[in-house]
């Protein structure tokens, strides 16, 4: 905090206070960024990490790849069944004493039952890498909010260390003005209030800007270097020129959601035909070896071993089961069915509530870029004028300063809640870039 004495300057800088002034504004009206960067932080870089990096997204592929192996287990033949029996009291036969048995059976499902099991298993896989593709644009989403409030941050940051650099030199110029008796000690204090309110809104964006970049580092499961001298680039894409109708069929088309609940329905219709077929028998077939010994009684026991061919029929008696597991399937698939249309349901409003915020922030850029800001910058000029001729005091110049930098922080933020309105409506579409609409 600068004092009153720390401020004397020599009469003799009251010559440079146009200069100042001239600098002051000139500083204020620019708008270049600094070309001096020690990273750049690329969006589509860093879309491109988290869908290879982010382990919540491996482990769902993981998930997904394992669910496709399933289709090869539940489409196979059941495993055979072995069985020996031993006998300690051997039987006597007609072809001799009965010693042990060998038995192989084989159970056979009524045919079609495993290749409908197999297709329930591939569908369920497919469904899960749906979903796995949705949680991946869903991180998308993420990355794109987290980036895009970096840049806000960033940019305000930026504005507040410019309106300080320019209330230092308020302050000399209202230094030298108290020293001549042209200016009050009030300016003074004034400017200083006002830049260390600043300092404090400066500490604020700084934590911001940490908890954006950690969010960041946590999407793509590595540090980010979010420093204020990082470059983020930005491209706001226009409103798209189609109606809500249409967007809502692209986002149909397009979204992992909308293709999963028609392979759901799929599945279900594949469930109800596996519980129809339900009805119908499973069979078994079985081999038996008798291992007969020779006997004395009766003559014609000439101790030859045996074989024995068998078939059993699994009969489905138990039929109040079979019909509701049917109908359990059938309701299935009607839930299915609503489960589409409360979807679309959600996309034409999601669809029509995004495109409604992105004209409305579209709007007020344009009142921001072509009304407010301009007249802001006209009214600066203005008053510097007649505060070099002595027709304002210094409060007003601030005020006229305090005012062009709450416009265009206020066109930053416009500008975040656009830009975030557009990764939404991208999401709602299913697609990496409005500029992917043609």
């Known amino acids: 905090m600068h004092t009153l004495t720390s401020l004397a300057l020599p009469i003799r800088r009251w010559a440079t206070l146009p ?12 708008q270049a960024p600094a070309t001096d960067t020690l990273r750049t932080l690329d969006l589509p870089a860093l879309l491109a990490t988290v869908r290879a990096a982010n382990p919540s997204l491996q482990a769902e592929r993981l998930r997904t790849e394992a669910l496709g192996t399933r289709s090869r287990q539940v489409s196979a033949l059941p495993d055979p069944t072995f069985a020996f029996t031993y006998q300690p009291f051997p039987v006597l036969t007609a072809r001799g004493t009965q010693r042990t048995q060998w038995r192989v059976e084989q159970k056979i499902p009524f045919p079609g039952k495993l290749g409908l099991k ?16 949705t949680f991946a644009q869903d991180l998308a989403f993420q990355v794109k909010e987290a980036y895009y409030e970096l840049y806000r941050i960033q940019q305000q940051e930026a504005l507040i260390l410019d309106f300080q650099d320019r209330l230092r030199d308020f302050e000399e110029v209202a ?12 300016a003074i204090l004034k400017a200083q209030l006002e830049r260390n309110t600043l300092s404090k809104r400066a500490l604020d964006f700084a934590r911001l800007r940490r908890t954006a970049a950690e969010r960041l580092s946590r999407l793509l ?29 692209i986002a149909l088309q397009e979204r992992p959601e909308a293709d999963a609940l028609e392979t759901a329905a799929l599945r279900a219709e594949t469930q109800i035909a596996l519980a129809r077929k339900q009805f119908l028998p499973d069979f078994g077939v079985s081999v038996t070896f008798f291992d007969i010994g020779a006997g004395d009684v009766p003559p014609s026991a000439d101790g030859r071993n045996a074989l024995g061919i068998g078939l059993s029929v699994k009969v489905p008696l138990q039929r109040g089961r079979l019909h509701a597991a049917l109908e359990e399937a059938r309701l299935g698939r009607r839930r299915v069915a609503a489960r589409q249309q409360a979807l679309e349901t959600a996309f034409q409003t999601r669809i029509a509530d ?36 002595a027709r304002t005091d210094f409060l007003n110049l601030l005020d ?31 697609l990496n870039s409005l500029a992917d609409l043609k």
């Not at 200069?19 to 620019?30: F, H, I, W």
């Not at 409604?356 to 709007?363: F, G, P, S, V, Y």
């Open 19 to 30: 200069v100042l002034l001239a600098l002051c504004v000139s500083t204020a009206l620019a």
């Open 400 to 430: 006229a300063e305090r005012m062009l930098f709450t416009l265009r922080a206020g066109y930053e933020d416009t500008l975040a809640r656009y830009l975030k309105a557009t990764a939404a409506l991208e999401r709602a579409l299913g």
């Open 354 to 389: 995004l495109m409604t915020r992105l004209r409305q922030e579209d709007a007020q850029l344009q009142l921001y870029r072509e009304v407010l800001i301009p007249q802001a910058e006209t009214t600066l000029s203005a008053t510097l004028s007649a505060y070099t001729t």
């Open 221 to 249: 499961d590595r540090p980010v270097a979010a420093t204020p001298e990082a470059e983020l680039r930005v491209t706001p894409p226009p409103a798209p020129p189609l109606d809500v109708e249409a967007l809502a069929a």
């Open 118 to 133: 197999g297709e329930l298993a591939d569908l369920s896989a497919d469904i899960a890498g749906y979903e796995t593709e």
């Open 175 to 186: 230094a030298t003005q108290f020293e001549v008796g042209r200016g009050s000690q009030q």
